[in-house]
């Protein structure tokens, strides 16, 4: 599959490290590019009735496929997705 490093870097500040993970074909293909991958990983990590101010919540930072590439529209992939959960109205941003 092309427009993929497939890795996701993933940083904890709490325990001061970062490490990366690989994405598969199948998510990358079910879930297309920076806002599907920050979306499902959203929604898989961070548990109902989360403190979005709190520990738990995710702070996710993605790019698309074509982020990179001299495709004309890859200009229009950055800045990078950024999804968070917002205190009010408890929603996803």
């Known amino acids: 599959m092309?427009?993929?490093?497939?890795?996701?870097l993933r940083v904890d500040l709490k325990?001061?490290?970062?490490?990366?993970?690989?994405?598969?074909e199948e998510f990358a293909r079910k879930?297309?590019?920076?806002?599907?991958f920050a979306t499902k990983i959203l929604?898989?990590?961070?548990?109902?009735?989360?403190?979005p101010l709190?520990?738990?919540?995710?702070l996710i930072f993605m790019t698309?496929?074509?982020t990179g590439t001299t495709s004309p529209s890859a200009a229009v992939a950055w800045p990078p997705t950024v999804m968070f959960m917002v205190p009010i109205p408890r929603i996803y941003i």
């Open 2 to 8: 092309y427009g993929f490093m497939g890795k996701i």
């Open 43 to 51: 929604y898989d990590e961070v548990p109902k009735g989360a403190d």
């Open 54 to 58: 709190g520990p738990e919540n995710k």
């Open 31 to 36: 879930y297309i590019g920076g806002v599907g």
């Open 15 to 24: 325990e001061k490290r970062l490490w990366d993970e690989s994405i598969d």
């Open 64 to 66: 698309g496929p074509l």
